[in-house]
């Protein structure tokens, strides 16, 4: 029996915090507004060039 699949997760918003010896940050999530605590090694971070850029279009 295989795992279950774990599918791809998204927070887009901007950083508010960093906790760099813990490896952890906080952004301010763009779709619900809410404060998110986010691990280093546990996602995939990219950094957009120009957020408001993205947040126009609709992204």
Do not use: H
Not at 27 to 42: K, N, P, Q, W
Request: with cysteine.
């Amino acid at each position: 029996m295989k795992p279950p699949t774990r599918a791809p997760w998204c927070n887009r918003g901007q950083v508010t915090e960093i906790a760099p010896s813990q490896e952890l940050f906080w952004i301010t999530d763009y779709l619900t507004g809410s404060r998110r605590l986010l691990d280093v090694a546990e996602f995939e971070i990219d950094r957009l060039a120009n957020p408001s850029a993205t947040e126009e279009s609709g992204i």
